[in-house]
Nanobody
Framework: QVQLVESGGGLVQAGGSLRLSCAASGSIFSINDMGWYRQAPGKRRELVATITSSGNTNYADSVKGRFTISRDNAKNTVYLQMNSLKPEDTAVYYC??????????WGQGTQVTVSS
């Protein structure tokens, strides 16, 4: 199994920045893509950004140019640098890891709140 632990959430004013971290442990050798998703109250969970094991990235249109996903394979950690935050970025942010032949692994989530 893979365990994911997120950190770095908090309360920030609009225009501010936060950096989320997600540390993976367990059967990490089999992890391919990792990503960040978010879920706001009353809304469905949505993709924020993903990164492959080779470093290729993909972003939701709503965060392009503001968020950056990165990955340190030596530390088994994926990061999400969030700049120019907006109130609509307020959500619980979840880390995700994909492995072949296994169900996706999810972290417990970290709250990000952006005040206007």
């Amino acid at each position: 199994q893979v365990q994911l632990v997120e950190s770095g959430g908090g309360l920030v004013q609009a225009g501010g920045s936060l950096r989320l971290s997600c540390a993976a442990s367990g059967s990490i050798f089999s992890i391919n893509d990792m990503g960040w998703y978010r879920q706001a109250p009353g809304k469905r969970r949505e993709l924020v950004a993903t990164i492959t094991s080779s470093g290729n990235t993909n972003y939701a249109d709503s965060v392009k140019g503001r968020f950056t996903i990165s990955r340190d394979n030596a530390k088994n950690t994926v990061y999400l640098q969030m700049n120019s935050l907006k109130p609509e970025d307020t959500a619980v942010y979840y880390c995700n890891a994909l492995r072949p032949f296994f169900a996706p692994a999810w972290g417990q989530g970290t709250q990000v709140t952006v005040s206007s």
